[in-house]
Nanobody
Framework: QVQLVESGGGSELAGESLTVSCRYT????????VAWFRQAPGEEREGVVV????????LYDDSVKGRFIISHDADMRTVYLRMASLRPEDTGTYYC???????????????WGQGTQVTVFP
């Protein structure tokens, strides 16, 4: 049974940094990818970044390039999202998801966490 559990959300001022974590268990996909998505109130969910758990760099949405960094600790079975230079528009519920493709399309991910809230104040 695949489980994804996010943690580390919180509130920050614009310009500050925050790291959220996604611990996964039971993931046995042949080509496992983990992505971060976010959804602001009243907005559609959007893909932020995806990473292949076997190695390599992340694929970032343009809105976070140069500010967010995704990393993976295989021993801890955890994917981290380091968010720097936060902006109010980064506010939302952040979800991690697991699937078998390098994509930022939510429909390609079968497994989802429950989400963690990130709020950025001006």
């Amino acid at each position: 049974q695949v489980q994804l559990v996010e943690s580390g959300g919180g509130s920050e001022l614009a310009g500050e940094s925050l790291t959220v974590s996604c611990r996964y268990t039971g993931l046995t996909l042949r080509n496992p990818y983990v992505a971060w998505f976010r959804q602001a109130p009243g907005e559609e969910r959007e893909g932020v970044v995806v990473i292949y758990l076997g190695g390599g760099s992340g694929l970032y949405d343009d809105s976070v390039k140069g500010r967010f960094i995704i990393s993976h600790d295989a021993d801890m079975r955890t994917v981290y999202l380091r968010m720097a230079s936060l902006r109010p528009e980064d506010t939302g519920t952040y979800y991690c998801a697991a699937g078998g493709r390098r994509t930022l399309s939510g429909g390609d991910f079968a497994y989802w966490g429950q989400g963690t809230q990130v709020t950025v104040f001006p």
